[in-house]
């Protein structure tokens, strides 16, 4: 009985440190009704495959893209539409998209914190004029 | 967890030793931290000499681990049975450098989390994966040994028979492991410092003298803290073996150096002028080549001495010279003296960082923890069984009710049969 | 339904079969379909990459160095100030440094101290291939020894096989020391490996390398060294030409005209 004030106190450190993303200043409670605030490409309606497909799974087309341009030499991807395009995340992706203000947006409201991508990849100069803001549905 | 409640009753000795060592990781793994946020940059290493402290440690401590197999193999193949109670301190002291081994190698890579890409791509015509594959497969033999064999002996009931041939085949597979690392090297056209056929039984040599010269230290730092005995046989016979190695590997490498400044060959020579001599006005690994050569010599005139290889004073202190002898040589000289000069003939000094030595430091306080724990988990079992003799000095309390022991016949040795 | 045990292995080995035909015959099928789909690429033409360095041409101007600036900045090389820690896909060193073999006693006047062009030999044996444990870098059909910096561990293992030193490695992040990014190519990020890639992004665009397109003297001869034909293969019937270090037999794909 002597090591129960040790035991209380143990308990109590660990209820703390478990409900510590509760509470903790350093995440503030967010509101998971309010969607991203989205900026789409205005110059271009279609992208190299559909929206759904895109939202869920763009990864798996990177890791694909990634895979066959850099390692089999083939960097021509014909979408569903039948558009010939260039596997290449910078010219393609970045093309039309803008890193900050659509990559990085549903990244951080998604709680994405993985793609490591920019460490190397950079973002064109061209395409961040003629965007103007729009937000999703 | 495996007797691990053997671990946490111990004397105010042992807990401290034990902080000091979690504080010297602790420090260690701060490094590492800002290690992995800077990059490698904070170590010593270039361009040139892209290996460093790091893979020499990795290096030597596969030669330790694999000299485990000079207590199990005269034990089981050859029935000495003196080496009944120490066959756990070297299986053991195997598992601790293991995983240093991993450690090492772990924090010396660039990208860390992609560390599965080994596994992931499996590459059969790359020697680091046969490393990798030997290295684990020690690993799990090791504790698949130990775990089984000291359960037995706790239980007091003869160990299973199939763990017999697991023993057998872990003999082969620590020689494997240092042969692959050797292999890491000899292999390579155009580092001919390292591309030299005699550098895996060189390992081999002086893996067998520096792991039994540590062992001896153990054993006998083991006497001392706490009642636990080896045997002045066990303790004689290993000195012997650390005698036998460090001659082999003493030749091994005047037969190297021979065939280097005998044929005169520019590109060989090189590298040993490097190390012995200094190069192009670089002399600072000088030194530390010729004390690890002074060291190897001392240690060797005192083993071959049958009165001073027994002396209960000198002993130690030979085993203490071989270890910092082969340290030197092999855990710094070795993979230094391989990349300087460059290709293009460029000499780089390299010194490792404070960084860098905290990280090795803090691996090699893991490595210390590890080998405490595991030789109190053994200890505390056989003094359960009333083994130990000499229990006036234990730092283990509960040692000090049991009556001290007549030194009797290991109960390991007459399970295994 | 009863199965006898002749039943299951007679079963078992005709399903085995029929795997195995079906893979034999896809594979076939692969093959054809594989060649018939790039007409583009002369299958019967074999491709070896390589170069030829006219080191005579060259040391014309040794101040010279158009070739490593289009390359730099082509590729997004950083410039970082502490030597330990430099990266260079091509750069160059003393004549007697490259060619040790050619530097004796007496014939040393000649070509001592002029600067030779280095970069990655692209071996047709290349040993930072045979040691990589993840195939980060590999050797492609065209002869190109590539290198994927998304697979790479940084183990450096591939640096210390090298025997020409052409492998540099990302010791801090890169980004810092580059002074203009070309936002067409990736920069690397600490702790990958990295090296010349005979700029097979520009071949993919059926361009010459950065660094044959810079050079103002034409010292710098890209072709395929598996066409008799090619510009670089004329040059090597013409003139006498070495590797470095060809006793390894990795066979560079760098050939210098001395």
């Not at chain 1, 994405?112 to 064109?124: A, F, K, M």
């Not at chain 3, 291939?129 to 002869?143: E, N």
């Amino acid at each position: 009985m002597r090591d129960r004030i040790w035991i209380i106190a143990g308990l109590a450190l660990f209820a703390v440190v478990v409900t510590a993303p509760f509470w903790s200043e350093r995440t503030p409670a967010k509101d998971l009704t309010k969607v991203p605030n989205l900026v789409l490409p205005v110059n271009q309606k279609d992208c190299v495959a559909p929206v759904s497909y895109m939202r869920a799974s763009h990864m798996v087309l990177l890791l694909r893209w990634r895979e066959e341009a850099v390692r089999q030499g083939q960097r021509r991807y014909v979408a569903f539409d039948g558009k010939v395009y260039d596997k290449s995340l910078t010219k393609t992706c970045l093309g039309c998209h803008n890193k900050e203000q659509f990559c990085d947006r549903c990244h951080t409201y998604a709680g994405v914190s993985g793609p490591y991508c920019w460490n190397c990849h950079n973002q064109p100069q061209t395409n961040v004029a003629g965007i103007s803001p729009r937000s999703m549905p | 967890m495996f007797m691990f409640e053997k671990a946490i009753a111990g004397s105010r000795r042992y807990w401290t030793w034990l902080f000091g060592l979690l504080c010297v990781t602790a420090a260690g793994f701060i490094s590492y931290l800002y290690q992995l946020n800077v990059g490698l940059g904070v170590t010593g290493m270039s361009r040139d000499v892209s290996w460093g402290l790091y893979i020499a440690q990795f290096t030597f401590f596969v030669g330790v681990a694999a000299s485990a197999v000079m207590v199990v193999l005269p034990y089981y193949l050859h029935d000495y049975k003196q080496f009944g109670r120490i066959t756990i301190l070297g299986e053991f002291l195997a598992i601790s450098a293991v995983i240093m081994c991993c450690l090492f190698i772990f924090v010396d890579l660039g990208q860390p989390m992609r560390v599965l890409n080994i596994i992931l791509y499996p590459t059969p015509w790359s020697l680091m994966f046969w490393d990798m594959i030997s290295l684990s497969g020690y690993l799990v033999l090791n504790v698949i040994i130990t775990l089984v064999m000291l359960t037995a002996e706790r239980e007091e009931v003869p160990a299973p028979g199939w763990i017999k041939p697991v023993i057998l085949l872990s003999i082969p597979w620590a020689v494997s492991i240092h042969t692959v690392t050797a292999f890491l090297y000899s292999g390579l056209p155009g580092r001919a410092f390292w591309l030299t056929a005699i550098l895996a039984p060189r390992f081999l040599a002086s893996a067998f003298a520096s792991g039994p010269a540590l062992l001896i230290l153990f054993c006998l730092v083991l006497r001392r803290l706490t009642g636990f005995d080896a045997g002045q046989k066990a303790i004689e016979k290993l000195a012997v073996i650390v005698t036998y190695a460090t001659i082999i590997n003493i030749f091994f490498i005047l037969v190297e150096a021979f065939t280097v400044l005998y044929g005169r060959i520019p590109g060989d020579v090189q590298h040993l002028e490097y190390l012995y001599w200094g190069l192009d006005g670089n002399y600072h690994l000088v030194p530390w080549m010729w004390l690890s050569i002074s060291l190897g010599v001392a240690a060797l005139i005192l083993l071959l001495v049958p009165a001073w290889r027994t002396s209960p004073s000198l002993l130690p202190v030979a085993c203490v010279f071989v270890f910092l002898s082969l340290w030197l040589d092999k855990g710094l000289g070795l993979i230094v003296g391989g990349f300087v000069p460059s290709p293009l003939e460029a000499v780089t000094q390299y010194t490792p960082t404070l960084p860098e030595w905290s990280i090795v430091m803090g691996i090699w306080a893991i490595g210390a923890l590890l080998i405490t724990v595991f030789y109190k988990i053994a200890l505390s079992v056989r003094e359960e069984l009333g083994e130990l003799a000499g229990v006036q000095h234990s730092i283990v309390p509960e040692a000090e009710s049991h009556q001290a022991a007549p030194s009797i016949v290991s109960t390991r040795m007459q399970q295994a049969d | 339904m009863k199965i006898t045990r002749k039943d299951f292995l007679r079963l078992s080995g005709l399903s085995f079969l029929a795997a195995g035909t079906l893979e034999a015959a896809r594979a076939v099928a692969g093959s054809d379909s594989s060649a018939q789909n790039s007409p583009g690429k002369p299958s019967a033409q074999p491709v070896r990459w390589g170069m030829v360095v006219d080191v005579q041409k060259c040391r014309k101007d040794q101040g010279c160095d158009a070739c490593i600036g289009a390359c730099n900045s082509a590729h997004n090389v950083p410039h970082l100030a502490d030597p330990k820690h430099e990266v260079k896909w091509i750069w160059t060193e003393p004549f007697e440094n490259v060619f040790p073999f050619e530097q004796s006693e007496y014939a040393q006047q000649t070509d001592a101290g002029i600067p030779i062009p280095l970069m990655c030999n692209h071996c047709a044996s290349p040993p930072c291939v045979h040691v990589c444990p993840t195939q980060a870098t590999w050797k492609r059909d065209d002869g190109i020894v590539m290198m994927d910096w998304h697979r790479c561990i940084g183990c450096r293992y591939c640096m210390a096989a090298c025997p020409y030193g052409s492998r540099s490695f990302n010791w801090v992040d890169p980004r810092p020391a580059i002074a203009h990014i070309n936002p067409d190519f990736p920069t690397r990020t600490k702790g990958v490996v990295e090296k010349c890639n005979f700029c097979e992004e520009r071949l993919a665009q059926g361009l010459r390398p950065a660094c044959v397109e810079a050079c103002p003297e034409k010292a710098l001869v890209f072709g395929n060294l598996a066409d008799p034909n090619s510009e670089p293969r004329q040059l090597l019937r013409k003139r006498f030409a070495v590797q470095r270090e060809p006793e390894l037999g990795t066979g560079p794909s760098i050939y210098y005209l001395v």
